[in-house]
């Protein structure tokens, strides 16, 4: 059982660096959790990692201590609604809207090991001629260096690409490689993954249209949500589009952004009906 006072100084640890609030009935969790790091760093308990912590804290242990403990769940084409919305109607308004510069910018906030921006990047190449001479850029950022690695390598487990991908998608762009597959080179090429803490300022990302944000924020504490979100509308032109996960909301969070009516997920920057851009319900309506 781990002492009170070595969860606390863990738990602090990892709310000040990824935001994730534990609560005490978490201690198990954390417990759990953490032994793996303990074993890898020679010590046999969880007091051993908190005295180390204590003593001379290490940047490197006290950054696995961190990813330990962040939720790496995904799957591809998660809830699927948001991928046919992008495809059937935000990029449609898109292409109108951007026809001048000809360029899109999205954003996988907490893109994990990679299946939500590898989905984005797959309706993208769907898209197929309406793109030509486009340049759309896809973003996918995460706290965790190892989830980036899996991401950028492209291999997925049997159980992996069962979960969400259709089949279809799965002869398409996959080969198997061994015992798994391994997505198409021209694929992994459309995503970009870096580094980020959503705790930290993003303005150095630059602007974009799209944003997915998708069962990030759900283990943070309220005003840590309300800074990652409008820190996020900061970076977005009137017109952007945010996507949340199905059980989030930005109701007594933030008011810099609204819920598109009839697409459950999406939210739109609230100062569009204000300034008489017409809602994004109304204006997507059209391409439905």
Known sequence: MIHPEDFELLRRIVKSRSGLTLSPDK??????????????????????????????????????????????????????????????????????????????????????????????SMVIKQLGAALNDWRVDILATDISRAMLDKARAGLYTQFEVQRGLPIAMLMKYFSQAGDKWELDPGIRAMVNFDEFNL????????????????????????????????????????????????????????????????????????KRAAAGYGTASQNYASNA
């Open 27 to 120: 201690a198990y969790l954390l417990e759990n959790r953490l032994m793996a790091v303990a074993r890898k760093w020679g010590m046999n308990e969880i007091e051993g990692l908190a005295a180390t912590v204590r003593g001379a804290p290490n940047e490197e242990l006290l950054r696995e201590i961190t990813e330990a403990m962040t939720t790496n769940e995904t799957l591809f084409f998660r809830d699927q609604s948001p991928f046919d919305q992008l495809e059937k109607v935000v990029l449609p308004r898109l292409l109108e809207a951007r026809k001048n510069t000809r360029h899109i910018r999205i954003w996988s906030a907490g893109c994990s090991s990679g299946q939500e921006p590898y989905s984005i």
């Open 199 to 270: 705790l930290n300022d993003p303005t150095p990302l630059g602007r974009f249209d799209v944003v997915f944000c998708r069962n990030v924020l759900i283990y943070l504490d309220q005003p840590t949500k309300t800074r990652v979100l409008e820190n996020i509308c900061n970076l977005m032109p009137d017109d952007g589009v945010l996507y949340m996960g199905g059980a989030e909301t930005v109701m007594g969070v933030t008011e810099k952004f609204q819920p598109v009516n009839e697409y459950r997920g999406m939210y739109e920057i609230a």
